[in-house]
């Protein structure tokens, strides 16, 4: 199998105009499409085929697509970029592992409400005409280019409390709990259990066992950030309010309310203050960017509480443990 290719059969959401606003892909596939490979999914094509209708109160109709991608190419249309994001939520590739290059020019602008994706444009003509239809208000959820995952795929053995923090294309592996603050965008997710209570930026991976604090962020590289991907090794933990501008290893602590950037100055310390190959004698430490200090494992981060000074101390080779029952998911 050519897990550079992949294709699916989808139920578009089109305007009169013929924008496409979404797909949905129930069971992509890796792969090249083939005659005996899509005759798998006659059943799918058959259900899909009897959701097909015209919805004139949203102004659009749905409409079978059969997609096919090279994902090594970039997406060529909206219902290549979608058929992409579901491939990553449906964790049939990892992040950062398929090209998503000119994504958001593929995509469109969408009005999300509780009747279904419907076009920006004119959008207060077609509240009205919903709310001549249903008798009631229009819920909007959104005005964006990604819908919430959970509107499209749920993952096996996840847990996530606010389904609107999540958008298609976050790759979420078992284990996974998202809390009520947490968010992860797309091309982003955990490789692992572990414990999302801050911000997964596009781009940044989650290893197995770590836990990303409430109100904690990681640094992606949209909209003019650094040229770093970020991500975390096994078993760490970013604090609450702490921020993270490199990558860690294994094993590694952000202080609470620490915000780490490529350029933090950091002091290199040995257990009990002493510095590297001082011979036990209290010097001034070798100060470094973070950059240098980038996927190292068994280091606590932290700012002394005197001196104000971020300092860098290794730790005793032990991550930190989740809590098993909360992850039983």
Known sequence: ????????IGLATATKSGQTLDV???RPHLGGRTDTSEGTDSDLLATLGGLEREDTARGIYTTVV??????DDQPQSTADSYLRLHLLSHRLVLPNSINLDGIFSRLPNVV???AG???TEDF???RVRLRLRDGHQVTVTSVDKFPPMVNYVIPSGVRIADGAKVRLGAHLAEGTTVMHAGFVNFN???LGKSMIEGRISQGVVIGNGSDVGGGASTMGRLSGGGRERVSLGERCLLGANSGLGISLGDDCVVESGLYLTAGTKVAVLSSGGVVPGSGGVFMDPRTVAARELSGASNVLFRRNSVSGRVEALPRGGHGIELNDALHKN
Do not use: V
Request: proline share 7%; hydrophobic share 30%; charged share 20%.
């Open 117 to 119: 994706p419907c076009a």
């Open 66 to 71: 059969t997609c096919q991608a090279d994902l």
């Open 112 to 114: 999300w409400t509780t």
């Open 1 to 8: 199998m050519d897990t550079r290719k992949a294709w699916g």
């Open 124 to 126: 207060e003509e077609t």
């Open 24 to 26: 949905w892909y129930p």
């Open 188 to 190: 982003a997710g955990t």
